[in-house]
């Protein structure tokens, strides 16, 4: 049995936001406070503000920049920071791999190398404080893993160090397409979404709710107020290791008038658009001609997307649609450091124990283009390190 915590996104999320559930769930601020003071970070103050929202009570947590200066920190910078930190292995390591994973996000919008990203605000003191003490949280309370609701987008503009920029902003909406992350409308005409929260969910987080014993809820409310509680409500508890199960839609047609070239094609925009997994089946159709049988698992919320993008972009003139369970095993995510950079591995696990693992596909084609390097070279290298 282990720990776990569910994150549940109704109202977004940032930093500060997801911090603070954590302090509201127990995690003691003179233990934040000591174990962020093993970073040489200073200039700022932490305080946790007992608040009552809509007749909910949670936790409100200011990070105060006494300096009130945004340096302009590097990727480099930050991991020099966390390198020369005295936070234990396992802190600095993940709070790294959030910041760059974030540097990753910003340096396909902008199109600069990772090392070149200029953070903005996200080099700043705040944000450090909330990457970092987030980890150091989860550590505290015994976390082993984390899991989190589909993530609400709201509309409109934020306003950014490169200006006026659409919601969810490009960074944001970069680290939720790498991971496939669910996400859902929502009401709000801003941003209820961060990058520093978006990177976070994308690095520690599974997308979709466990079964679990919970001894625990803390809500950590963020900045802005809106007509309901602007809160996340995270639930601390114990996982059931039972086999999971989960409600799907499997979406079909037929086709006997569609390309190699379409099949492909579509297959590529229902994975863009969440589907949970696409494949073609040969079979005979009417007047003897061989045709291709094209389907879709969605979750149920984003089934008529799917559906609509299949009428959209196939000949078909209808798509079967019916929903079915499915029992799913539990997944975790790690990263291994090759020698040619970091790599995520999925890993398989039945009845708490890891039964398989395997290299994800995207890192390590990503490093087999950038360094010139067969693609079975670089899966031979994450498996040597796994071994």
């Given at each position: 049995?282990?720990?776990?915590?569910?994150?549940?996104?109704?109202?977004?999320?940032?930093?500060?936001?997801?911090?603070?559930?954590?302090?509201?769930?127990?995690?003691?601020?003179?233990?934040?406070?000591?174990?962020?003071?093993?970073?040489?970070?200073?200039?700022?103050?932490?305080?946790?503000?007992?608040?009552?929202?809509?007749?909910?009570?949670?936790?409100?947590?200011?990070v105060r920049d006494l300096a009130r200066a945004h340096p302009a920190r590097h990727l480099p910078d930050i991991r020099r920071l966390l390198e020369g930190s005295r936070l234990s292995p396992k802190v600095r390591d993940r709070s790294l791999a959030v910041f760059e994973r974030l540097a990753r996000a910003e340096a396909r919008v902008h199109h600069v190398s990772v090392d070149e990203v200029h953070f903005h605000e996200i080099g700043a003191v705040d944000t450090l404080v909330d990457v970092v003490g987030f980890v150091l949280g989860l550590e505290s309370l015994s976390v082993e893993r984390v899991y989190a609701s589909p993530v609400p987008l709201g509309s409109g503009f934020v306003q950014t160090e490169h200006g006026l920029l659409p919601v969810p902003?490009?960074?944001?909406?970069?680290?939720?397409?790498?991971?496939?992350?669910?996400?859902?409308?929502?009401?709000?005409?801003?941003?209820?979404?961060t990058p520093t929260a978006a990177a976070l969910l994308a690095e520690l987080a599974t997308f979709g709710q466990p079964p679990m014993r919970v001894r625990a809820v803390g809500y950590g409310f963020g900045e802005k107020e809106f007509p309901w509680p602007n809160a996340v409500r995270a639930?601390?508890?114990?996982?059931?290791?039972?086999?999971?199960?989960?409600?799907?839609?499997?979406?079909?047609c037929n086709l006997d008038d569609a390309t190699g070239e379409v099949l492909g094609y579509v297959m590529e925009r229902l994975f863009a658009a969440g589907a949970l997994d696409v494949w073609f089946t040969p079979i005979q159709m009417k007047k003897h001609r061989p045709g291709v049988m094209l389907s879709a698992l969605a979750r149920p919320e984003g089934a008529d997307t799917l559906a609509a993008l299949i009428l959209r972009e196939t000949p078909t003139l209808g798509v079967r649609r019916r929903q079915t369970e499915r029992v799913i095993a539990e997944r975790r995510e790690e990263s291994v450091e090759t020698e040619w950079g970091t790599v995520r591995v999925k890993e398989k696990w039945l009845d708490g124990q890891k039964v398989a693992v395997s290299p994800e596909y995207e890192d390590c084609a990503r490093i087999a283009r950038e360094r010139g390097v067969p693609l079975s070279d670089v899966y031979a290298a994450v498996l040597r390190v796994l071994r």
């Open positions: 049995m282990a720990t776990i915590l569910y994150l549940d996104l109704f109202s977004g999320a940032a930093g500060d936001m997801l911090l603070g559930a954590l302090v509201d769930l127990g995690l003691p601020l003179e233990v934040l406070r000591a174990e962020l003071g093993k970073m040489d970070l200073s200039g700022y103050e932490l305080e946790a503000e007992r608040q009552v929202r809509r007749g909910i009570s949670g936790t409100r947590l200011h902003a490009p960074a944001t909406a970069a680290l939720l397409a790498e991971v496939s992350a669910p996400v859902r409308p929502h009401p709000a005409p801003t941003e209820i979404l639930w601390l508890g114990d996982s059931e290791e039972a086999l999971a199960q989960e409600t799907v839609c499997l979406l079909e």
